[in-house]
């Protein structure tokens, strides 16, 4: 198991669901 694999999807999949809540939080303002 690649060490910086295993990082870089952590980061892609954290980012992602950041991006999701913040346009959750947008659509009901």
Do not use: N
């Amino acid at each position: 198991m690649d060490f910086a694999l295993v990082a870089i999807t952590a980061m892609a999949i954290g980012f992602a669901l950041v991006l999701f809540y913040a346009i959750e939080k947008l659509s009901e303002a």
